[in-house]
């Protein structure tokens, strides 16, 4: 690929095309990185999240239940609620999650009988049956990964990751920069 005169030398001079789902090989380097992103998330949350439907559990309730597990102290509410809605569709949707899964015995709130009414405060703990649903989640996701994987190597996966890394690094410096 050429350089564009006076930029760095590995940045691309090559014209942006309009999206094109078909666009052969040889034209990939002219599509939008967005666009082929977005598909990409897009058909992966949705296979994942139908899947999770038919077992009748959700993405977020997954994110909850591994995020209980996994810290090193049982965490808050509020702990749980704030690392967890960058990822979530809205504002409230992780707190909402919390609540059906206390509903569901999935997670058992510290204390319960002492706090006020709204939970602030509590430290949310798995139960048995919560780490049961989320063993059985952590599978289903690892084979829907196998599907989603399927002729990718390891290795071009990295390679893909690092890529998108890349990308979302320099349009972050251009935004701070800019």
């Known amino acids: 690929m050429e350089s564009t005169t006076g930029s760095r030398m590995d940045t691309p001079s090559t014209d942006q095309a309009p999206a094109d789902p078909v666009a052969a090989d040889d034209m990939l380097a002219t599509q939008p990185v967005g666009y082929w992103a977005g598909l990409a998330h897009t058909a992966v949350t949705r296979h994942l999240r139908d899947a999770m439907a038919r077992i009748d559990a959700t993405q977020p309730q997954y994110w909850v239940l591994n995020h209980v597990k996994y810290r090193p102290e049982a965490p808050s509410r509020e702990e749980t609620v704030a690392a967890l809605t960058p990822l979530a569709d809205g504002p409230h949707d992780i707190g909402r999650v919390v609540d059906q899964l206390i509903h569901r015995a999935w997670l058992r709130p510290e204390g319960s009988e002492r706090s006020d009414s709204s939970g602030a405060g509590q430290r949310l703990h798995l139960t048995e049956a919560g780490e049961t649903a989320r063993t059985r989640l952590r599978e289903l996701a690892t084979e829907l990964r196998a599907v989603v994987h399927a002729g990718v190597s390891d290795e071009e ?11 979302i690094a320099n349009v972050e410096a251009h935004t701070v920069e800019g």
Do not use: G, P
């Open 157 to 167: 996966y990295v390679a893909a990751l690092k890529v998108l890394r890349r990308m």
